[in-house]
Every structure is written in structure tokens, then in C-alpha cells.
């Protein structure tokens, strides 16, 4: 009896085994389910940088109608080259977040030119953003002012105006943010700032729409990634020679041109050329393509992930002394 009681175990053993593996399998086929990109609209903001014309091109190619967006279209060499390798669904508009008559504007044109029979809009990307850089004190206030007008408050303003197209598609928000929304990092404090500001707004926003039938993602992208797409060296520097000259006296003593010039060079890995952003442009596809995307998507490197949960479990004194400024 001690013998059937143990084959009747290791029957009921590989039963169990059998029914798992059936339903894991299961769990991740219904993971990966995709949507069909034919009749779905994409708008795309900041199209400047490579990082979302890489997007842009690589949605074109999958099938799905692209709107690309630029702060200035006329006369923009990579907007003329990011149309001329693109398919015909590829439309281009100038799209100004800060403006309000650009945003309603591009509102009207997306609806007119939805592909046929669609309604609603399937995907807003936002990946416009403006880079303040210095610290606080040495930023100018209209530049402050600016990156919050681009980075927190034009991308909400354009959710606004576009979630009756969104609702209309049953589609979803994705969000562009960045490592430095968790990481503390002098010279780039405003960035910071704005950063986590779009986490906290994305996070509210996925709530609100949860009844809504719209999803919301996150992809926060490495800082190479972040500087790779969004600076480059001769907007660097010359946001610094406009900081130093506007600096007083008492400020340029109290600091010395030596350490301002020490802390802008130590951006110079975030300009253009120094990163691979590639597995963000495969986080921001995902979050569009899948049929159930995740929340959040972290494309970092290992170690800007330990990075980040050290600092927002570490006691402060110890990340600081691991982390040095």
C-alpha cells in the first residue's frame, strides 16, 4: 500500500507539473500577443531628436500611420530625410508644445488624416524635450520656465487636447522619461526635476484612464540614451556661454570660471553620438505594439538599475558616499 500511495504522488506530481507548465506557457502566449499595426495612427513629438525618428522609422516599417512631429518643419534636413526613407503613411507636422494654436492645429490635421475608417488616434509618444542645463542658480529663469513648459506642461496639455482622439481609438500614452527622474545629479537638477514630475503625472494619468480603456506606459531611458536624443555639443556649449555672461560678479567670484567650466564638461558624455538607444526604441515599440504592454520600462544598463534602488533605499548619507556628485 506504501508503494501504490507513492506512485499515486508522483502521478498526481506530474499532473501538477503538466497543468503548470500548460498554463505558464499559456501566460506567456497571452503576454505576447500583438496588435495589427494596419489602420493604427501613431503621433510621435520631438522628432529632432534621432532617438524618436528611429522610432518613427521603425513603426513606419512595421506598418502602422506615423505622425511626426517637429518643433520647426520647414527647411529641416532630417525631417526632409526621415520622409524620404519612409513609406507614404509617414506624415510630417510642426508641433510646437508650447504652443497652443500648434497643438490644436495638429489635433485637427490628425483627425483628417487618420487612415481610413478609423476614428481615434492608437499611440501619443511623447519625446519632446527641453534640456536646462547648470546648477540652479545659474540657470536663467526663462529658461527654467521653458523646461517646464515643454517637458511637463506641453506634454500634458497635448494629452488633453488628444485623449477624445485616444478614446476614440481605445489607444494608449506612452511617456519618454529618464534614469535622472531617480537619480540625483547636480547640473542637470532641472531635468531632474521635470523628470520625476512626468513619472508622477504618468502614474496618476494610468489610474484615471484605467475605466477609460486608454493605457499609459513609462519608458525611462538610460542617460546616455537620454543625451544621445536629446543634446548636443553645440547647444551645450552655448547655453553655457549665455549662463556665465549672465552670471553677477559676486556669483562668478563665488563659483570661479574653472569649476562652471569643470561641471559642463562633465556633460559632454550626453551629447550626440556617445549612446545606443536602441533598446529604447524596442522599450517604446513594445509599449505601442504588444497587446498588453507593461507599465513601466526600464532599457538601463545593470548598472544604472542598482544605481537607481540604491538610491531610493540606500539611507541618503551612505548612497552619498558610494555616489560622489
Known amino acids: 500500500t506504501l508503494t501504490q500511495s507513492l506512485n ?3 502521478s498526481c506530481q506530474r499532473e501538477i507539473d503538466i497543468a503548470f507548465n500548460s498554463y505558464f ?3 506567456l502566449t497571452f503576454l505576447s500577443l500583438q496588435i495589427s499595426p494596419l489602420g493604427k495612427a501613431v503621433l510621435i513629438t520631438g522628432c529632432e531628436s534621432p532617438l524618436a525618428r528611429a522610432l518613427a522609422k521603425y513603426l513606419d516599417d512595421l506598418g502602422f500611420t506615423v505622425f511626426g512631429a517637429f518643433k520647426k518643419l520647414q527647411d529641416n534636413d532630417d525631417a526632409t530625410a526621415l520622409k524620404e526613407s519612409s513609406s507614404g ?9 508650447t504652443s497652443e494654436v500648434e497643438m490644436l ?5 490628425v483627425a483628417q488624416h487618420l487612415p481610413a475608417g478609423e476614428t481615434g488616434l492608437w499611440a501619443l509618444v511623447h519625446c519632446d524635450l527641453w534640456n536646462a542645463l547648470g546648477e540652479l542658480e545659474w540657470v536663467p529663469f526663462p529658461v527654467l520656465r521653458k523646461s517646464f513648459d515643454v517637458n511637463v506642461l506641453g506634454a500634458s496639455r497635448l494629452t488633453q487636447i488628444m485623449l477624445p482622439l485616444i478614446r476614440s481609438g481605445k489607444g ?5 522619461s529618464s534614469a535622472l527622474a531617480h537619480l540625483p545629479s547636480p547640473v542637470r537638477g532641472v531635468l531632474c526635476a521635470t523628470q520625476a514630475a512626468i513619472e508622477g503625472l504618468a502614474v496618476c494619468l494610468r489610474k484615471e484612464l484605467a475605466n477609460r ?19 548636443n555639443d553645440e547647444d551645450m556649449r552655448e547655453q553655457a556661454k549665455t549662463m556665465w555672461s549672465l552670471l553677477s560678479d559676486e556669483q562668478k567670484n563665488t563659483y ?6 569643470q561641471a559642463i564638461r562633465s556633460l559632454e558624455p550626453f551629447c550626440y553620438g556617445d549612446g545606443d538607444f536602441q533598446a529604447t526604441v524596442r522599450s517604446l515599440s513594445d509599449a505601442i505594439v504588444r497587446t498588453f504592454p507593461v507599465f513601466r520600462y526600464t532599457p538601463l544598463t545593470f548598472k544604472e538599475k542598482f544605481q537607481i534602488i ?16
Open 25 to 27: 506557457h499559456l501566460g
Open 172 to 176: 494608449r500614452i506612452v511617456f519618454l
Open 213 to 231: 480603456q486608454v493605457g499609459v506606459s513609462i519608458v525611462c531611458a538610460s542617460e546616455l540614451t537620454a543625451g544621445d536624443a536629446w543634446l
Open 256 to 261: 570661479g570660471e574653472d569649476y562652471f567650466e
Open 8 to 10: 499515486q504522488l508522483k
Open 105 to 109: 492645429e495638429a489635433s485637427l490635421y
Open 89 to 97: 503613411r509617414l506624415k510630417l507636422l510642426q508641433l510646437n508644445v
Open 310 to 325: 540604491a538610491a531610493e533605499y540606500m539611507p541618503t548619507l551612505l548612497y552619498e558616499i558610494f555616489y560622489k556628485a
